[in-house]
């Protein structure tokens, strides 16, 4: 099955700094990639997807980049706020109804 | 709709005790998916409903697992003969068919701590 692995697994950022977050995936058939932001005692919350089609995405602050040669996907934050400060998941999915998640990330933004 | 719901927030219970979960999806979602969530880790794939049938279960929905959709809504997850292993934040997610991973939003969990 799908194996994704995920990294930093802890990564700490100045106010305003931008934040990368890498992660790796192992079936080529994978063909969809969210990003989901987790707050403490909260359900994960999608905050920006990719496809397989795509090579970037891009909403505002939060960014995607997908390589599929490599396997590899990253999330961007760019101008980072407080507000950002949260464990960050990515996921890779080849079927429309399961998610493989990474490990997590737990991102502090330092004012 | 206010989304996903899940209740109870959190569970405390003995081991060897049965335990029972309910999530109620957004209204007109008719895809309904249980995660399992460790301390640390990323959510684990448990099982999946298409209305009232379950499609997919994982190979971590041991037989002490059984979840049921019996109408299509609401949706109850039971562990029989807890394990202290067993702790862990259950998530809920709901989808409509079509929107495939993409559409699904999480509750924000039932945790389960068996002491």
């Known amino acids: 099955g799908e194996n994704v692995e995920q990294h930093p697994s802890t990564l700490s950022v100045q106010e305003g700094d931008s934040a990368v977050i890498k992660c790796t995936y192992s079936?080529?058939?994978?063909?969809?990639f969210p990003w989901y932001k987790q707050e403490l005692g909260k359900g994960p919350q999608l905050i920006i997807d990719?496809?397989?089609?795509?090579g970037e995405k891009k909403d505002q602050r939060i960014a995607v980049t997908l390589n599929k040669t490599a396997k590899h996907f990253s999330l961007h934050i760019t101008e980072t706020q407080p507000e950002d400060s949260a464990v960050y998941f990515c996921?890779?999915?080849?079927?429309?109804?399961?998610?493989?998640f990474g490990s997590g990330t737990q991102l502090t933004v330092l004012p | 709709d206010t989304g996903v719901s899940q209740d109870p927030r959190h569970k405390i219970t003995k081991r060897g005790q049965n335990v029972t979960f309910r999530c109620d999806p957004i209204?007109?979602?008719?895809?309904l998916y249980w995660y399992r969530q460790t301390l640390g880790q990323g959510p684990e794939f448990l099982t999946y409903?298409?209305?009232?049938?379950?499609?997919?279960k994982s190979r971590l929905l041991s037989d002490r697992f059984s979840a049921e959709r019996p109408k299509g809504s609401f949706s109850t997850l039971e562990i029989q003969r807890t394990e202290q292993g067993d702790s862990a934040m259950y998530l809920c997610?709901?989808?409509?068919?079509?929107?495939?991973?993409?559409?699904?939003?999480f509750g924000s969990g039932t945790r389960l701590t068996v002491v």
């Open positions: 997610a709901s989808s409509l068919q079509g929107q495939g991973a993409s559409g699904y939003t």
């Open positions: 079936d080529s058939a994978s063909n969809y």
């Open positions: 990719i496809r397989s089609n795509v």
């Open positions: 996921a890779a999915s080849i079927t429309s109804r399961q998610l493989t």
């Open positions: 209204s007109e979602h008719n895809r």
């Open positions: 409903f298409q209305n009232e049938a379950q499609l997919e």
